[in-house]
């Protein structure tokens, strides 16, 4: 059965999750995390029904749910071109290994997450 309200907060669920990495990655890989998102704010969402949580607007799962798993996937889709052309730096570090970059962009995604949770 078709749900207005689900049609929607699953659109904006795809934007909350492609929203971390949408300059460094490439258009079919948005596409992928956004239907990730969608699916995952359908299961938080039945998750916190089924536990009793009120959530009148579904904010939890909608941006603490979509927010981590689009910071999360930016770590799988993001291409070092695209890395450079934003950020504006490599995505190696000093001495050479890859990845301290989008490991510090994860950690702090996450604990923004995490803390606007909080609040």
Known sequence: RWDVMQLCNGVL??????????GVIDPWAGMLVAVFGAALFLG?????LKMQLDDVVAAVPM???????????????AREEYIKDFYGVSPE???????????ICHHIGALSCRAA???
Not at 13 to 22: D, N, Q, R, S, W
Not at 44 to 48: E, I
Not at 93 to 103: A, H, M, R, V
């Open 63 to 77: 941006h603490l749910g979509c927010g981590i798993l689009g910071t999360l996937f930016v770590g799988l889709f």
């Open 93 to 103: 570090g000093e001495d050479g290994t890859k990845g301290d970059i989008l490991e």
């Open 44 to 48: 938080c969402d039945a998750l916190m």
């Open 13 to 22: 669920c795809g934007l909350v999750a492609v929203t971390p990495g949408c």
């Open 117 to 119: 949770r909080a609040l």
